[in-house]
């Protein structure tokens, strides 16, 4: 049995790790990938230390970081069940299960999907989540944009230089992105704005060809080569649902970065914690950490 | 012998960055193909892979879809 499991390895959790292993507790760390959504993060200019450093250097400098100390480290290995048995607590992954004295969940948040028809065959065959990373490989194409927050807009405007023509297909009756951004969308000539429309359905062969939306109460299809998909983000807790969570499905803490359940901690994005930022998510996984070695003091295990 | 090894990118993609950081850190030459500015790579990538994410490694002709460091790895053979 382990003093501390952390399940994920983004700035929480590899805080937490770091804390963890100073205090010489015995510690594993699962996750699914290491850096979590700093990774994606273009040029981050407000992490103590770095007047400028870009997601992929902070998320190695985290990663080195860790590595300094002999922390166990499961990649690749999703976390799909939290409980508490008697005194233990056992974390249920894809791959095994593991047991421990106390817990960390630091699993931050994913992209938000459709869940239309379509959308799991077109993954990466013509619909992505990730504008940054694959703009370029739709060069001359028509595209579409969904979503209507700062993502998405910035989303069509990185397009803007790249394709022909862009479709941003919102649900609300207005954008809720910033108005400078909103500005240089709606000026663009080569972008179609549709507010209030959904998007029912992803269709095409091998690759996107095209959309079904429905506004104004009909429905159309749009020949669109590309989706960029931008409508937010989910926290991961689904595997956790015995935790306390809000509406929106992050997990509760107190100040201490407790939750419901006595033993299991949690921290960063995945949490209810106001304002998600790298910088925060590292000084929640440091409480965690502290939280979950002073428990494991405090309390006789047999 | 050495493996020949092409990496398909695009600059700004957090997971090419590393990947390609992961082939030095391993002493692997290979050849870095950025399918932003060039059509041809791009087609080739997508022909390969079936898909349209990057990054794409050819290791001798393995083809592996973004960074997988153990199937890099295993495919390598280090």
Same mark, same amino acid.
Request: aromatic content about 8%.
């Given at each position: 049995?382990?003093?501390?499991?952390?399940?994920?390895?983004?700035?929480?959790?590899?805080?937490?790790?770091?804390?963890?292993?100073?205090?010489?507790?015995?510690?594993?760390?699962?996750?699914?990938?290491?850096?979590?959504?700093?990774?994606?993060?273009?040029?981050? #200019?407000?992490?103590?230390?770095?007047?400028?450093?870009?997601?992929?250097?902070?998320?190695?400098?985290?990663? #080195?970081?860790?590595?300094k100390?002999?922390?166990?480290?499961?990649?690749?290995?999703?976390?799909?069940?939290?409980?508490?048995?008697?005194?233990?607590?056992?974390?249920?992954?894809?791959?095994?299960?593991?047991?421990?004295?106390?817990?960390?969940?630091?699993?931050?948040?994913?992209?938000?999907?459709?869940?239309?028809?379509?959308?799991?065959?077109?993954?990466?065959?013509?619909?992505?989540?990730?504008?940054?990373?694959?703009?370029?490989?739709?060069?001359?194409?028509? !595209?579409?944009?969904?979503?209507?927050?700062?993502? %998405?807009?910035?989303?069509?405007?990185?397009?803007?230089?790249?394709v022909?023509?862009?479709?941003?297909?919102?649900?609300?009756?207005?954008?809720?992105?910033?108005?400078i951004?909103?500005?240089?969308?709606?000026?663009?000539?080569?972008?179609?704005?549709?507010?209030?429309?959904?998007?029912?359905?992803?269709?095409?062969? @091998?690759?996107?060809?095209?959309?079904?939306?429905?506004?104004?109460?009909?429905e159309?299809?749009l020949?669109v080569?590309?989706?960029? !998909?931008?409508?937010?983000?989910?926290?991961?807790?689904?595997?956790?649902?015995?935790?306390?969570?809000?509406?929106?499905? #992050?997990?509760?803490?107190?100040?201490?970065?407790?939750?419901?359940?006595?033993?299991?901690? %949690?921290?960063?994005?995945?949490?209810?914690?106001?304002?998600?930022?790298?910088?925060?998510?590292?000084?929640?996984?440091?409480?965690?950490?502290?939280?979950?070695?002073?428990?494991?003091?405090?309390?006789?295990?047999? | 012998?050495e493996? @020949?090894?092409?990496?398909?990118?695009?600059?700004?993609?957090?997971?090419?960055?590393?990947?390609?950081?992961?082939?030095?850190?391993?002493?692997?030459?290979?050849?870095?193909?950025? !399918?932003?500015?060039?059509?041809?790579?791009?087609e #080739?990538?997508?022909?390969?892979s079936?898909?349209?994410?990057?990054?794409?490694?050819?290791?001798?002709?393995?083809?592996?879809?973004?960074?997988?460091?153990?199937?890099?790895?295993?495919?390598?053979?280090?």
């Amino acid at each position: 049995m382990y003093d501390l499991i952390i399940i994920g390895a983004g700035p929480a959790g590899i805080t937490a790790s770091v804390y963890a292993a100073r205090k010489r507790m015995d510690v594993i760390v699962i996750s699914k990938d290491i850096g979590g959504q700093t990774v994606w993060s273009g040029d981050i #200019e407000n992490y103590t230390g770095y007047q400028f450093i870009t997601g992929p250097d902070l998320a190695a400098k985290f990663e #080195e970081h860790m590595k300094k100390f002999a922390i166990q480290l499961k990649e690749n290995e999703a976390a799909a069940g939290l409980k508490k048995v008697g005194e233990k607590i056992v974390v249920e992954t894809d791959k095994g299960n593991y047991e421990a004295k106390t817990v960390i969940v630091a699993s931050g948040k994913r992209s938000r999907e459709l869940n239309v028809p379509g959308e799991e065959k077109f993954k990466n065959k013509g619909l992505t989540y990730c504008a940054t990373c694959d703009a370029p490989l739709f060069n001359g194409k028509e !595209v579409a944009v969904i979503g209507g927050g700062n993502s %998405a807009l910035d989303a069509a405007i990185q397009l803007m230089r790249i394709v022909k023509k862009i479709y941003l297909i919102n649900i609300t009756k207005q954008f809720t992105g910033d108005p400078i951004m909103q500005e240089q969308v709606i000026s663009s000539k080569i972008v179609t704005v549709f507010n209030d429309a959904q998007v029912n359905e992803i269709i095409g062969d @091998k690759f996107v060809s095209g959309i079904k939306i429905k506004r104004s109460g009909a429905e159309e299809t749009l020949a669109v080569g590309g989706v960029f !998909v931008e409508i937010g983000l989910l926290p991961n807790s689904d595997f956790a649902k015995e935790l306390a969570q809000n509406e929106f499905s #992050e997990i509760k803490v107190n100040s201490r970065n407790e939750t419901n359940i006595p033993g299991i901690f %949690a921290a960063g994005d995945v949490t209810d914690v106001p304002e998600k930022q790298i910088v925060i998510a590292a000084g929640e996984g440091s409480k965690a950490a502290l939280g979950a070695f002073r428990y494991l003091i405090q309390h006789k295990f047999s | 012998m050495e493996k @020949k090894v092409k990496v398909y990118s695009t600059s700004p993609c957090p997971y090419c960055i590393r990947a390609k950081q992961f082939l030095k850190d391993n002493n692997i030459v290979f050849e870095d193909l950025d !399918v932003s500015g060039n059509q041809a790579a791009a087609e #080739e990538m997508i022909q390969k892979s079936g898909q349209m994410g990057v990054p794409v490694l050819d290791i001798d002709g393995e083809i592996i879809v973004g960074f997988d460091k153990e199937k890099i790895k295993s495919a390598l053979g280090i």
